[in-house]
């Protein structure tokens, strides 16, 4: 099984830091997961957009009270612009949609763990919730390798579920790259 994998849903306060595993969901969240499984099968959508433009695949979208505000996947192929992420090519959007680079208030979905630029515009945008699929087990920055977005050094706390479709996320990402060797 690849290191992208991760079946269990686990999500960490912002404000206590501590961990919740999915078995200890309460049925009030449940509805909350489902409406993560939801987005996050959107968000896959958009990051298979990306791997149709041999783009890395990875899919982000932003959500405040249960609409989607922005979407994006990873272009930085194509842009020319290594800042051109699937989060950052989303929090761009959303940004253009309020008129304003502070988003509070929102969650962001996204397939794969956020590396630490993203990890950064998502703690300067105020996102308030991070919700993803596969850990980045290279440069993953909200706890595989780096964990920028619970670190209490930062004047803004981000909540993170993880592991929501950690294993499709993982899958499309594993195939992607074993398709690029074979080239």
């Not at 306060?13 to 999915?22: K, V």
Request: with cysteine; glycine share 6%; aromatic share 6%.
């Amino acid at each position: 099984m690849s290191s992208y994998f991760r079946s269990k849903v686990v999500t960490r306060d912002e404000e206590q830091g501590t961990r919740i595993s999915a078995n200890e969901f309460t049925p009030h969240s449940s509805s909350i997961a489902t409406r993560d499984l939801d987005y996050m099968q959107r968000a896959l959508e958009l990051a298979r957009r990306a791997e149709a433009e041999n783009e890395v695949p990875v899919g982000a979208l932003l959500v405040r009270d249960d609409k989607v505000i922005g979407e994006g996947w990873n272009r930085p192929i194509s842009t020319h612009d290594p800042s051109a992420h699937a989060e950052i090519q989303t929090l761009r959007a959303a940004a253009h949609v309020l008129s304003n680079y502070r988003l509070p208030g929102t969650t962001l979905y996204v397939t794969l763990e956020p590396c630490v630029m993203c990890a950064g515009a998502i703690i300067h945008a105020r996102i308030q919730r991070v919700v993803f699929g596969a850990r980045d087990p290279k440069t993953g920055a909200a706890g595989s390798v780096f964990d920028i977005l619970n670190s209490d050094q930062h004047n803004h706390g981000v909540q993170i579920t993880e592991g929501v479709l950690a294993e499709e996320c993982g899958r499309l990402l594993t195939t992607f790259f074993r398709a690029r060797r074979k080239k």
